[in-house]
């Protein structure tokens, strides 16, 4: 799902300078996971570092996804707010970084986290009310903000959603929903998102 440009309060600059790279992201996952049950959604660690370092091996970006980055005329930088504890992170991030790598260099990719940024997320609450991740924010060379992606594909959300009212739980559904559409809700996303 993407937001259009609002007028914003906030220094992406600062947010982006303190921010991590793709490969620090994965070191200190790795890190949260061998602290073991110290860390307070230890459960659900081990299954997204799975998830997420299958795709990082497999995933390959569609040629339509390859001809919409190439087409990037201007430098961007991008703003991944995200948890190592986070299912849909674990699903999307790893193309965010394809993508990014894909670019040769025209776009700038870092990572920080929801909790240690409250002022950031509260900036990008999902219907105005949930602190919902991963959120992609996309910004131009001066660091201004142009438009946001996330938490998940629009088909995804309306999932969630639905469990949601009906009181229920929707780790299990939405996962069986990704492993069922294999990242093409992404791709189109993506494509969408460049153009």
């Not at 394809?98 to 990008?124: C, P, Q, T, W």
Request: hydrophobic residues 35%; aromatic residues 12%; glycine residues 4%.
């Amino acid at each position: 799902m993407m937001a259009p440009a609002t007028i914003s309060k906030i220094d992406y600059k600062k947010y982006f300078e303190k921010a991590i790279s793709y490969e620090a992201y994965l070191e200190n996952f790795q890190k949260e996971i061998g602290i073991g049950t110290l860390s307070r959604f230890a459960q659900y660690l081990p299954q997204n570092w799975q998830r997420q370092s299958r795709l990082d091996r497999k995933f390959k970006l569609s040629d339509e996804l390859i001809q919409a980055i190439d087409k990037i005329e201007r430098p961007l930088n991008w703003l991944v707010i995200t948890e190592h504890w986070c299912g849909d992170a674990s699903q999307i991030n790893p193309i965010i970084n394809k993508i990014a790598e894909a670019s040769d260099g025209k776009i700038n990719l870092r990572f920080v986290y929801r909790d240690k940024n409250e002022e950031l997320i509260d900036e990008h609450l999902t219907d105005g009310r949930s602190r919902s991740i991963p959120i992609l924010i996309e910004l131009d060379d001066s660091f201004k903000f142009i438009k946001s992606y996330g938490p998940r594909p629009a088909e995804a959300q309306a999932l969630v959603m639905s469990i949601l009212r009906e009181g229920g739980s929707y780790s299990i559904p939405l996962h069986t929903w990704y492993a069922k559409d294999k990242q093409k809700s992404l791709i189109k996303d993506f494509i969408k998102f460049l153009g």
